[in-house]
T-cell receptor
């Protein structure tokens, strides 16, 4: 069965510090991988996606993520966090022929000045 | 702005009542998805429609139903509401199925059952 694990429920970083949010998936075939961000009281905004090709993908707001097949991971990174990045981040997985995405439980990011 | 429009944004209703949530997908998208987000269950896939036909069912209760109309907008009907149905309901859309296609989410409809 497909599953997505985000092992960190809550992460706190200082503004200007680097960030890495972890995502591990369990899938039988080549997955399609996504990161979404949800600001308080807002909907889900797509940050980036990986379908194929270069395993390092760039997204909006200065985020990037790297697909590592050997580790079944798709970690999200940002070199310097801004206070406006405080939000909840969701990793999601899709598959060829699948009709929906499976989401992780989310990681809440707090940014301190 | 994702291009997915949901109404209403907020809704408060009593237990036992019925509500309808409405969704307009992005222009050109044929698939519509409904998700429920609650504190205890996280993001749960409810159901997907593609060009008017049901394509996939997730954790959708029998008290809930959905449909997609010829103009591709969709409605999620929630009946005999219980306190536990209080949640944020997302509609999302994509060109086709989720495999290999990006799913774009609306801003959600907040349902509070009192």
């Amino acid at each position: 069965a497909q599953s997505v694990t985000q092992p960190d429920i809550h992460i706190t970083v200082s503004e200007g510090a680097s960030l890495e949010l972890r995502c591990n998936y369990s899938y039988g075939a080549t997955p399609y991988l996504f990161w979404y961000v949800q600001s308080p009281g807002q909907g889900l905004q797509l940050l980036l996606k990986y379908f194929s090709g270069d395993t390092l993908v760039q997204g909006i707001k200065g985020f990037e993520a790297e697909f590592k097949r050997s580790q079944s991971s798709f970690n999200l990174r940002k070199p310097s966090v801004h206070w406006s990045d405080a939000a909840e981040y969701f990793c999601a997985v899709g598959q060829t022929g699948a009709n929906n995405l499976f989401f992780g439980t989310g990681t809440r990011l707090t940014v301190i000045p | 702005d994702s291009g997915v429009t949901q109404t209403p944004k907020h809704l408060i209703t009593a237990t036992g009542q019925r509500v309808t949530l409405r969704c307009s997908p992005r222009s050109g998208d044929l698939s519509v998805y409904w998700y429920q987000q609650s504190l205890d269950q996280g993001l749960q896939f409810l159901i997907q429609y593609y060009n008017g036909e049901e394509r996939a069912k997730g954790n959708i209760l029998e008290r809930f139903s959905a449909q997609q109309f010829p103009d591709l907008h969709s409605e999620l009907n929630l009946s005999s509401l219980e306190l536990g149905d209080s949640a944020l309901y997302f509609c999302a859309s994509s060109v086709a199925g989720a495999g290999g296609n990006t799913i774009y989410f609306g801003e959600g409809s907040w349902l509070t059952v009192v």
